[in-house]
């Protein structure tokens, strides 16, 4: 069974609009959760961490986890097509250093101009 | 700021041959350096953890004796592909976390591209 599990495969929105990504971890030992996105030709890029309970925002980025079903949503207002992209969610059993990130299937998201 | 960079960007290599791969961090000091394999689908596998001071973690269906790593220091690691055959292809990450605090996050490099014919 795959650890992490994203939805949807794929989202597209408008400029300017609202993109609502979703996340749930399988294992209850996977609670330290990180959200990166990848453009086209480059390597992933870490957005944001979320380790606790609640809300999370880092300018038009907000992440909510809720622990006790393991799940997390990344939202993007404002939405703008430099933000197409492929979106990760990644889970970690810690948050250090050698922590072991899996990585879900991915999001891809088009916004559309 | 933060970097880490890859080389080659791409490479073929022909059925049964060697291929290594670099992965340089600037501007911090990688503790530990992952290293991943992305699939024509997206999808990701974790190659091996590795940290300094520690052994290095190969993760299951994967070996030092066809995925050899070496760390040798805090800005620096390679990865070889031994043998590499068809289903070696895709993007090799390495992903760098420093030691700021308590959590870490993973600074990735853009990848090497392995094309086997």
């Known amino acids: 069974q795959q650890k992490v599990q994203q939805s949807p495969e794929s989202l597209s929105v408008p400029e300017g609009g609202m993109a609502s990504l979703n996340c749930t971890s399988s294992?209850?030992?996977?609670?330290y959760f990180w959200w990166y996105r990848q453009h086209s030709g480059e390597g992933p890029k870490a957005l944001m961490s979320i380790f606790s309970d609640g809300d999370k925002k880092e300018g038009r980025f907000t992440a909510h986890l809720n622990k006790a079903s393991l799940h997390v949503s990344l939202h993007i207002r404002d939405s703008q097509p430099s933000d197409s992209a492929l979106y990760f969610c990644?889970?970690?059993?810690?948050?250090?250093?050698?922590?072991?990130?899996?990585f879900g299937k991915g999001t891809k998201l088009s916004v559309k101009s | 700021g933060a970097l880490v960079y890859q080389y080659p960007r791409r490479t073929i290599c022909k059925s049964g041959t060697s291929m290594r791969m670099e992965c340089q961090a600037v501007?911090?000091?990688?503790?530990?350096v992952a290293w991943y394999r992305q699939s024509p689908q997206k999808t990701f596998e974790l190659i091996a953890l590795?940290?300094?001071?520690?052994?290095?973690?190969?993760e299951q269906n994967f070996t030092q004796e066809k995925f050899p790593i070496s760390h040798p220091n805090l800005s620096f690691s390679s990865m070889t592909v031994l043998n590499a055959y068809l289903e070696d292809r895709g993007l090799y990450l390495c992903g760098a976390s420093p030691y700021w605090g308590n959590y870490a996050e993973q600074f990735f490099g853009p990848g090497t591209r392995l094309t086997v014919l």
């Open positions: 294992d209850r030992n996977f609670q």
């Open positions: 590795s940290t300094v001071n520690s052994a290095i973690k190969y």
């Open positions: 501007g911090f000091q990688a503790t530990s």
């Open positions: 990644a889970v970690s059993d810690s948050g250090g250093s050698n922590a072991k990130l899996t």
